[in-house]
């Protein structure tokens, strides 16, 4: 191979709690995925096909920190439980998706909800207002070996204390094997890869100094302060 004209671009990686570095391939998110998040974002709850976005890889941000981003003024908190992928094809069956699952860490979609909603009014794409610097924060991922599966359990998020989402993995409206299957139907995917799987309701907007914890029992507390 030729050697490189510019230096490489480094691979962003999140720390795994039991030790080491996951590497990150591609980062897949699931829009309007809890019935609740679905109707206060004015649309109908009722399982229609999952849809998706993307974030960058490094958008990925494990600082516990997050700087508020240029060109918005109304920036949202979206509480969220992260799949991180060791394996992946194409067309998985669902009853074999599981085996594809590294382990599972909690994140936020930060969203500048502002820019989303110019972009949906527009019917443009939405990486302006989800695929900005340091927009996914994300904690350290817990193995399938040391927490199991995630299937049910409180996901809440708290700003300066106070709780604003509140949901269980358990309302989810497509479950990680299902998503898992279906985007594989679509992409390629494969070792590195992680899907943020939807948040549910109470989004809302922070500011500078706020901080935001969010915890589910199986994965601690990943806690982020707005600078
Ligand atoms: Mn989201």
């Given at each position: ?41 004015g ?23 997050f ?149 589910l ?7 982020v302060?707005?600078?």
């Amino acid at each position: 191979m030729s050697e490189y004209v510019i230096p490489a671009p480094p691979i962003t990686s999140i720390p795994v709690a039991s030790g080491g570095a996951f590497p990150v391939r591609r980062v897949y998110c699931v829009g309007r995925n809890y019935a609740a998040h679905a109707i206060e974002m004015g649309h109908d709850p009722d399982r229609e096909p999952p849809f998706f976005f993307q974030k960058n890889p490094d958008n990925l941000n494990t600082t516990g920190r997050f700087p508020y981003p240029p060109r918005t003024s109304d920036v949202h908190h979206e509480a969220e439980l992260a799949v991180a992928l060791k394996s992946g094809g194409t067309n998985i069956p669902v009853e074999h998706a599981l085996d594809h699952v590294y382990g599972y860490a909690l994140s936020l979609d930060m969203t500048r909800r502002d820019l989303q909603g110019e972009m949906k009014m527009a019917g443009r794409p939405w990486e302006i207002g989800k695929a900005f610097e340091h927009s996914a924060p994300i904690g350290p991922i817990h193995t399938v070996t040391d927490v199991g599966h995630l299937e049910e359990g409180a996901i809440t998020l708290r700003v300066n204390g106070a709780l604003r989402q509140e949901g269980n993995l358990n309302q989810l409206i497509w479950k990680t094997p299902e998503m898992i299957s279906y985007l594989s139907e679509y992409f390629e995917l494969a070792a590195g890869d992680v899907i943020m799987t939807g948040t549910p309701s109470g989004v809302g907007p922070v500011s500078q100094g706020d901080v935001m914890d969010v915890e589910l029992a199986a994965l601690g507390k990943l806690s982020v302060t707005v600078t």
